[in-house]
């Protein structure tokens, strides 16, 4: 994020959001597997930097790992 660019804005998953991801993080992985059939080691790592680089250019930043919560311990922090 770059401070004082009002275009840009910081979100973040709610818990609901965060197991939604870690659902869908090993279906993305095996799809990119299925992608890069048939590339060697070196083409595939090429592609991933390359990748990561143009994404970089524009801005975007990936969710790279989500911490694991700890329990709530009942609390949800939500007012009614």
Same mark, same amino acid.
């Given at each position: 994020?770059?401070? &004082?660019?009002?275009?840009?804005?910081?979100?973040?998953?709610?818990?609901?959001?965060?197991?939604?991801?870690? %659902?869908?993080?090993?279906?993305?992985?095996?799809?990119?597997?299925?992608?890069?059939?048939?590339?060697?080691?070196?083409?595939?790592?090429?592609?991933?930097?390359?990748?990561?680089?143009?994404?970089?250019?524009?801005?975007?930043?990936?969710?790279?790992?989500?911490?694991?919560? %700890?329990?709530?311990?009942? %609390?949800? &922090?939500?007012?009614?």
């Amino acid at each position: 994020m770059r401070a &004082g660019d009002s275009r840009f804005v910081e979100a973040r998953l709610t818990p609901r959001g965060e197991a939604a991801y870690r %659902k869908m993080l090993p279906l993305a992985v095996a799809e990119y597997r299925g992608a890069v059939v048939g590339f060697d080691k070196a083409e595939a790592e090429w592609l991933k930097r390359a990748t990561l680089r143009m994404l970089g250019n524009i801005g975007v930043e990936l969710l790279r790992e989500i911490p694991a919560r %700890k329990p709530s311990r009942g %609390k949800t &922090g939500c007012r009614r």
